[in-house]
């Protein structure tokens, strides 16, 4: 027990413990959120995630369970959108990302009592974690990935075809919106950490680098959240190094393990020739 | 009552209404267990809105559905999986169930691709690909399969070959089974009942009745029958451009 006390008040262990457990979250989520297109979907997410952590400045809440609640209106309030008029997703996605964007940063404008790193919020402060947020960060991602593996079928099969699955009792519609709320719930457990801006970069490269080099949608989901967590490793490492902010490092790191992953691509395509 | 025990489905006057108009409206009928039933008509005439009405992928927005199916499997008219989705054809034919490498590998051979069971899905040519389909909805081992335009790609000694198969699935498993289909050969040799869709129903029987009630008797005859031919029926009613009824003769 003393030996993990001593652990726990190394700010870079945290930082590590924390960090690889987002990336194990983030792996098979990013996989669907490749899979369905969802890139921008995620982003307005994170957007929203900032109106999210003013509320809960504003009324001491939780920052976790307000930035969760706040994605998941937006979410729920996109469908409805799409419903209601014609106007195309992408469109629908840009209204409200910018919207409640903008709502965040007005209503910090009113919060002139509280002393507000803007920075911190907008990347995220991994090296800042205590170790009630590695116990949210588990906790809560040991019911996401429950969940999702529970689910994993009706979605998997709803993501190749949706017809398909719901012709075949799959239910696709009620794991497409429990997917929705994992998804709000992987940006609010992330965002102090990472922050706004980046959570979908964390979410989407290793997928996309895990894409390049597997065949089969589970060697996808293992090898995305494999690319997740060393780059969170590395890129912490490389942060420690030559002082660099640690949220933009680890996607750094990520990039450069795309471009890696770019070359079997490239050989194989030179074999085919 | 040996009768009703075999019924899986029975639509009683329904129709989907979709951007202000009727897709398809007033459609009835019956599958029951060990019979083909076949859909006929030309493009737009409701055939895949049908069948997803029967699917319960869409709702009716009239009319009553009773639906005693326990299991159904779906081959759909087209499917398009996108490249980010690695995916192989032992992934695909586990979509929805939960099957074992053996039962994939016997329904495979059945439509004659066992060879493919680790080639990439998008790798297939596209008669391949629809023998994958075919072969995943057989290894469900549905009470009701619904096929539309399963053959479409393939060769022509393939396409006879599947279509013997539907039937002698038809009879394996006991197994419903709607098709929309093409082929008039297939259709009027070895459906149980056709329907003749075109916005509602036209004209619905076995394939002898069809065929004798209608004008193309001896065009059916004749190899050189164009398929538009098929839809020249005796008709008690006259059709507006999107099929509706317009006026009756």
Redesign the interface.
Known sequence: MGELQIMFDDFFTRALIAGIGIAIIAGPLGCLVIWRRLSYFGDTLSHSALLGVTLAYSFSFNITFSVFIISAVVALLLINLQKRTKLAGDSLLGLLAHSTLAIGLVLIGFLTSIRFDLMGLLFGDILAVNVEDITIVYLGGAAILLILYFIWKSLFSATVNYDLSAAEGMRPEVSNFIFTLLLAGVIALSIKMIGALLITGLLLIPAAIARNISSSPRQMVIIATLAGVISVIAGLFVSLEINTSSGPSIIVVALLLFIISLIPLEIKGQLQK | MAENNNLLVKLDNCGVYKSSKWIVRGISLEIHKGKIVTLIGPNGSGKTTSA?MI???LKSDEGQIKNFAS????V?QK?N??W?????VV??MK???HINNLEIVDALKLTGVDNLLYN?IHNLSGGEFQRVLIARAIA?KPDLL?LDEPVQGVDFNGEIALYNLIKKICSTLNCGILLISHDLHFVMSATDHVICLNGHICCSGTPRSIVKNSAYIELFGEHNATTLSLYQHDHDHSHGTDGRVTNNV
């Open positions: 997803k699917l319960k992928i299991k159904m499997a779906y759909p499917i999986i996108d980010t989705m690695p995916l192989r992934d695909f979509l929805t169930s990439d469900k619904v």
